[in-house]
Nanobody, 124 residues
Framework: QVQLVESGGGLVQAGGSLRLSCAASGRTVSRTRMGWFRQAPGKEREFVAAISWSGGIISYADSVKGRFTISRDNAKNTVYLQMNSLKPEDTAVYYC?????????????????WGQGTQVTVSS
C-alpha cells in the first residue's frame, strides 16, 4: 500500500505560480506511474498530468500544456507539479495519484492510490 500526501496548494493571483508536492510513503514509488488530477466544484475529476516510473514519458492535458510541468525525484519518493501562468479556471482541488504499473495513465481508473487533495485557488 502507498500513502500519498499533497502539499503546496494555496491562494494565488492570476499569472502567478505554485509548486505542488506529493510525498509517498509505505512503498517506494520508483516503479510507480504517477499522475495529477483536479476537481473543481460541480465538475468531474479531470486529468492534469502524468509521468512514467522512470520519468521518461510525460503527458499533459491540453488545458495546462506549456504552463504546468510534472517531475519526480524517486530518491525522495516525491512527485511535483510546477504550475506557472495560473488562471482562475485552474482553481480546483488537486489530487496526486499512483499505480504500480509501467507507462502512463490518463484516467482516474489507471490509478490505485490517491492523496487527500490540496486546494488551489487562483483569483482574477
Amino acid at each position: 500500500q502507498v500513502q500519498l500526501v499533497e502539499s503546496g496548494g494555496g491562494l494565488v493571483q492570476a499569472g502567478g505560480s505554485l509548486r505542488l508536492s506529493c510525498a509517498a510513503s509505505g512503498r517506494t514509488v520508483s516503479r510507480t506511474r504517477m499522475g495529477w488530477f483536479r476537481q473543481a466544484p460541480g465538475k468531474e475529476r479531470e486529468f492534469v498530468a502524468a509521468i512514467s516510473w522512470s520519468g521518461g514519458i510525460i503527458s499533459y492535458a491540453d488545458s495546462v500544456k506549456g504552463r504546468f510541468t510534472i517531475s519526480r525525484d524517486n530518491a525522495k519518493n516525491t512527485v511535483y507539479l510546477q504550475m506557472n501562468s495560473l488562471k482562475p479556471e485552474d482553481t480546483a482541488v488537486y489530487y496526486c495519484a499512483g499505480s504500480p504499473n509501467y507507462g502512463l495513465g490518463r484516467t482516474q481508473y489507471d490509478y490505485n492510490y490517491w492523496g487527500q487533495g490540496t486546494q488551489v485557488t487562483v483569483s482574477s
